[in-house]
């Protein structure tokens, strides 16, 4: 089993409060995060970038996995999650990622191609932990 943290610190309230956010490898250190970070557009991270990194991150890594089982390698996958906070019954909520995927495969066809992107886009570790709706436009280039 693997395992891996972030940390998170917050003072103060919601508007007018602090926070920093550090992960284990120390990629992140103290990185800050705040209200306007979230909610205003104010420069800087927020858990739903950092999510949208992570989905990202994870399908570029999964579909490598997927063409490999297709015996087919990438010369580059390219992945982009974008992450949807919206306010709902109740709260704010994580309703939608949407992937754009664009990968250059040599000797892939185009339905080798949408088939490996489709099963990553469901199988992802990632995708898998997100409760909401996941889209995709993928191209191979």
Known sequence: MIRKNGTAHWQGGLQDGTGALSTQSGVLDGTPYSFAKRFEGQEGSNPEELIGAAHAACYAMA??????????????????????????????????????????????????FAEAAEATKDGCPVSKVLDCEITMDAKLA
Do not use: R
């Open 63 to 112: 579909m490598s996995l997927t063409l490999g089982q297709m015996d087919l390698t990438a010369d580059k996958i390219d992945a982009k999650s974008t992450i949807s906070l919206e306010q709902v019954e109740g709260g704010f909520a994580i309703t939608k990622a949407h992937l754009e995927v664009t990968a250059s495969i040599p000797g892939a066809t185009a339905e080798q």
